[in-house]
């Protein structure tokens, strides 16, 4: 039990609740948990939804970084066996940062008792794994508010802090899902999940860092490209989204992609040694994995887009494509050939 809360509900119906809830907050991980089986897909499903309330409060520019923070470290005391503060605080201190018109991501947060209940139906080992990455996401990111807290936003200084920020932000989350996996593997290869578990999460972070660079600015204040780089590159911070600087930009989301390409093997390396048992599929993790090396390549070819346009991705025909190409009996063994593709043109 989470915070001393019992559930009025029967636990299938804040199940049902949490499925449908995630299709609105993410499609990318909507496609995973869709290609997972149970009880894989419902574990991953809550477990993500938890990171996410998290995820909106941190990422609020409405709510004063000291509230912010304070939100997220009780947040975490909801999630603290140990603690006997109840989810009904953490609702009840969020209630005046509510919007009036509640979008996908704010109606999670006020849904968290519905997400802490479901959380509360899994199976101990399942909430074992799953409490503790979302517990250090959770104080990491109350950590990053409050280092930037007289700047309005996020503004990263450095390499080594992007991938301390997409540590807490992402890795914690790849934690959480090997740790999950890696009850059903052979013990060298819960040893290699575990070792490459940062290598798959950094990945699609940077990657994720390096598309939506517009965005962070404008809609976060958050500027996640390394300070240090964006001033060799002659950009000020400030000016990250100004469509003059696209050159300069560009030069820094390709030293960003690069740093992300150095995790592809690792990443690699971790689907190969997943089992795929208790509803886990290749499909599930290929399929954001193959996403990503099409988006280094679309940012290797065109990355001032990320400014003047604001929209590198890969279409969706190349993501119904992928979808196509590893759903049902697809070979590991092809998957070598097939990044190798993907990484060079498009698989639509």
């Known amino acids: 039990m989470v915070g001393g809360q019992q559930s009025p509900q029967p636990a299938a119906d804040e199940r049902a ?6 299709q609105d907050v993410s499609r990318t991980f909507a496609l995973t948990i869709d290609a997972l089986e149970e009880p894989m897909a419902t574990r991953i499903c809550v477990g993500y939804l938890l990171c996410r309330v998290a995820d909106t409060v941190e990422d609020a520019t409405s709510i004063p970084p000291a509230e912010q923070a304070e939100l997220l470290r009780t947040y975490d005391s909801v999630l603290d066996p140990a603690d006997e503060t109840g989810v009904a605080a953490f609702r009840e201190d969020v209630e005046p940062h509510l919007p009036a018109e509640l979008d996908a991501d704010w109606t999670v947060v006020a849904e968290a008792p519905r997400v802490l209940r479901a959380f509360e139906s899994l199976d101990a080992d399942a909430q074992a794994a799953i409490r503790p990455t979302v517990r250090e996401m959770t104080t990491g990111m109350a950590s990053f508010v409050e280092r930037y807290a007289d700047d309005g936003g996020l503004r990263i200084q450095s390499v080594e802090e992007l991938e301390e920020y997409c540590w807490y932000v992402a890795g914690t989350v790849g934690e959480l899902v090997t740790e999950l996996l890696a009850a059903d593997a ?37 500027v996640y490209l390394p300070a240090s780089w964006l001033d060799e590159a002659g950009v000020e911070p400030e000016a990250v989204a100004d469509p ?26 971790w689907l190969e040694a997943m089992p795929t048992t208790s509803g886990n ?3 599930a993790w290929t399929v954001p994995y193959l996403l990503a090396v099409g988006t280094m390549r679309e940012l290797r070819d065109r990355p001032g887009d990320v400014v003047e346009d604001g929209d590198v991705k890969v279409s969706r025909a190349e993501v119904h494509a992928v979808l196509a190409r590893v759903t049902g009996d697809f070979d590991r063994a092809a998957l070598d050939r097939l990044r190798e593709r993907i990484a060079t043109q498009s698989l639509a």
């Open 186 to 222: 052979a013990r060298e290869d819960a040893a290699t999940m575990r070792e490459h578990a940062r290598s798959f999460a950094l990945l699609l972070q940077l990657v994720n860092v390096a598309k939506d660079v517009r965005p962070d600015y404008h809609e976060e204040n958050n």
């Open 281 to 283: 599929t290749l499909a």
């Open 244 to 269: 003059s600087n696209a050159a300069g930009v560009g030069n820094v989301v390709e030293r960003v992609v690069d740093r992300a390409r150095g995790y592809a093997d690792g990443a690699q390396r």
């Open 17 to 22: 609740w949490c499925h449908d809830a995630v």
